[in-house]
């Protein structure tokens, strides 16, 4: 099963969950909680890229609901999306290692929980060389491996331990996605295979000419945020 595939089988699942299970504390907590860091995220992002000077960029795997409202010009690139405009954002075909563009194309190349999503460190390597070659600026972000919370499986310190989420039962049992979605062995094989999170060394080797920063929440450290400026 590809990761399209899974992506369709994911949301076949949460419209069959029902709006009971949508509204189970433990999914409740986690939509609040990813909702206020996004909403902190992106004040600090406007505020070092601010529209009246970045008012076009590239979003490598992005989506419209992201740029609801948005002033800027925006291009996604997102095999998930469909190919249509709506407002000032664009979206074309493409995928994030091969990126339709010649090189500097765009003021910014912006791409926010995505890297994480290929296959191995070989595809992120390239995701992360055609993210620096389409931009002239760049702001790419990532979860960090070593946060005690991951919201790809709702689950709280299992994740340090990647080979455990391969387990059909450890997956389907002992975390919150597991529970949520009831998957079979095929769909936690294939969830396994686009769920890499990345420790801060191997994301600093990604975006060597980048700053890396720190999102924090409490004492961790929760996301890097690679960001190369002109």
């Not at 070593?146 to 790809?152: A, E, I, S």
């Not at 095929?186 to 990345?198: H, P, S, T, Y």
Request: some cysteine.
């Amino acid at each position: 099963m590809d990761e399209s595939a899974v992506v369709i089988k994911s949301e076949e699942r949460l419209r069959a969950a029902g709006e009971a299970k949508v509204h189970h504390p433990i999914f409740r907590l986690s939509k609040s909680f990813g909702k206020w860091f996004r909403k902190k995220r992106l004040t600090r992002f406007e505020n070092a890229f601010p529209a009246t000077s970045y008012g076009e960029l590239i979003d490598v795997g992005g989506t419209f609901d992201f740029w609801k409202d948005t002033c800027r010009n925006v291009t996604i690139v997102n095999p998930g999306v469909p190919v249509c405009s709506e407002g000032s954002v664009t979206s074309v075909g493409g995928n994030g290692t091969c990126l339709p563009f010649a090189d500097k194309s765009f003021r910014l190349a912006f791409s926010n929980s995505v890297i994480e999503h290929m296959h191995d460190y070989g595809e992120m390597k390239q995701f992360a060389s055609e993210l620096s070659r389409v931009g002239i600026e760049l702001y790419c972000q990532t979860p960090n491996r070593r946060f005690f919370f991951d919201v790809h499986y709702l689950v709280f310190f299992l994740h340090w331990w990647p080979n455990l989420l391969r387990n059909y039962f450890v997956v389907r049992y002992l975390t919150g996605w597991g529970w949520w979605l009831k998957p079979d062995r095929e769909m936690v094989k294939a969830w396994a295979g686009i769920v890499n999170l990345l420790s801060e060394r191997e994301f600093r080797a990604l975006f060597p000419d980048c700053t890396i920063q720190r999102e924090k929440f409490l004492w961790m450290t929760k996301s890097f945020i690679a960001i190369r400026t002109g």
